[in-house]
């Protein structure tokens, strides 16, 4: 009895001496573990990167080639609009030319019409009622006329409220209407379509001074 109770107690020693040699060992595999530089740790083998199959391949090229193509048809749309603006701006320019091509034209009668209207005032102010005057009222009715036919009336001047968008104010006078009205044209001023074509000459209403 004696003797196996040495034996069991000496095992038992062995058995610690072991353990704590296994620990020791572990313990010595994770400093080392730690101290391994990440090259090495990186350099460990890896899964390899699987190679992708013909149906993805074919999916990735249709998602490449509806991408350039919803591109050039954004281009082509952006085009398309650039031109049609160019045609639109086109159109006007061409209308605008058909309309107001005679312009200068048109503006360099109208001293004639001026002149024309002398002649009739100055006639009718001396009372000479002669074939000649009634031969210069039908020219020029004529003359207004053709400028009718063509786009151009006359601006509406005297008693009106001075507007610079068509009136030229040549001076002011005291007058019993109320300020700002054109109360007298110097020369007559025209329109042609929408466009102004020569302003009226006017004389503009001011404040009578104190006492006049």
Do not use: C
């Amino acid at each position: 009895m004696g003797e196996k109770k040495k034996n069991n107690h000496k095992n038992k020693e062995e058995k610690k001496v072991w353990e704590a040699s296994s620990e020791e060992l572990k313990a010595e595999e994770a400093r080392q573990e730690e101290s391994r530089p990440q090259d090495e740790k990186a350099e460990e083998p890896k899964e390899e990167r699987k190679e992708p199959s013909p149906l993805e391949k074919m999916q990735a090229e249709l998602a490449e080639k509806s991408r350039e193509a919803a591109e050039y048809f954004d281009k082509w749309l952006r085009l398309r609009a650039e031109f049609e603006n160019f045609k639109k701006r086109m159109q006007k320019e061409r209308a605008d030319l058909m309309k107001f091509g005679n312009e200068s034209l048109l503006r360099s009668m109208l001293p004639i019409v001026d002149n024309l209207e002398r002649a009739v005032d100055h006639g009718k102010s001396g009372q000479e009622n002669t074939s000649l005057l009634e031969g210069v009222e039908i020219t020029l009715k004529q003359f207004f006329n053709t400028l009718d036919r063509f786009g151009v009336k006359p601006i509406s001047a005297v008693g009106e409220v001075f507007d610079p968008e068509k009136h030229e104010a040549v001076s002011q006078e005291e007058s019993d209407q109320e300020p700002n009205r054109v109360i007298s044209e110097i020369q007559k001023g025209y329109l042609f379509h929408d466009r102004l074509l020569r302003p009226a000459k006017v004389i503009v209403s001011k404040v009578k001074a104190k006492g006049s």
